[in-house]
């Protein structure tokens, strides 16, 4: 689930990147509005962390393009203004949330998980799928209730899916998720963990929709 990070200041970037990355969470990044804009209308989000002190527009500038463009992805604001009049005025632009500079890695990385899984319809902070466990905070999958040990881009590539239950997703879109703008994967790269998933799990939970992609089916099978 890619997360979009909007932030000029290299220092901050460099922070919610790297404490992101290690907690698996895969990351673009846009250092102004119209590169945020350019993101937004090539690539799909699961949420937005954007700050309002751009260098070309305001991050409320940012904030309602992108609801103007009916995108619904959960933008959380992230700013060093504390005044009400500015959490009011991001909240009612359409921000589902806002989190004030300086901040607590720990409690940033919560709240976007769970902006996330509310935004998927989903209240509980464990997925389950059948017999498979995934829990995002811990990174601890478990099948028939026994750990499974999962590389971190194999473990992002499960947890994509199975989110995305009964979406078919393409190699390109699971390729967009999982790697950064800068990175050139082959295609058949999916393929190989695809298959080392089915190994340690089940052959059915993950699904191949010949000539298109991937599937998770939304019943367990």
Do not use: C
């Not at 290299?10 to 590169?35: E, K, L, N, V």
């Not at 993950?206 to 367990?220: A, E, S």
């Amino acid at each position: 689930m890619k997360i979009l990070l909007v932030e000029d200041d290299p220092i901050i970037a460099d922070a919610i990147q790297t404490r992101f990355q290690q907690d698996a969470q895969q990351m673009d990044h846009a250092a102004s509005g119209s590169q945020a804009l350019h993101a937004v209308r090539i690539q799909e989000y699961a949420l937005i962390i954007l700050d309002l002190g751009l260098p070309d527009m305001s991050g409320f500038q940012v904030l309602n393009e992108i609801r103007n463009q009916k995108v619904e992805t959960p933008v959380l604001v992230l700013t060093a203004r504390d005044a009400s009049y500015d959490k009011v005025r991001g909240l009612d632009l359409g921000a589902d949330d806002y989190v004030v500079k300086p901040f607590d890695l720990e409690e940033l990385l919560a709240r976007v998980r769970a902006l996330i899984r509310r935004s998927m319809g989903r209240a509980a902070p464990i997925l389950t799928y059948g017999e498979v466990t995934i829990d995002p905070a811990s990174k601890i999958i478990t099948y028939q209730n026994k750990p499974v040990n999962l590389p971190v881009t194999q473990y992002k590539l499960l947890h994509y899916l199975v989110e995305n239950k009964g979406h078919v997703k393409t190699k390109k879109q699971l390729i967009d998720a999982l790697y950064n703008w800068d990175e050139y994967i082959e295609e058949n790269t999916i393929e190989v963990y695809v298959s080392q998933i089915r190994k340690k799990l089940s052959p059915s939970v993950i699904r191949t929709i010949r000539g298109i992609g991937y599937l998770t089916p939304k019943v367990p099978e």
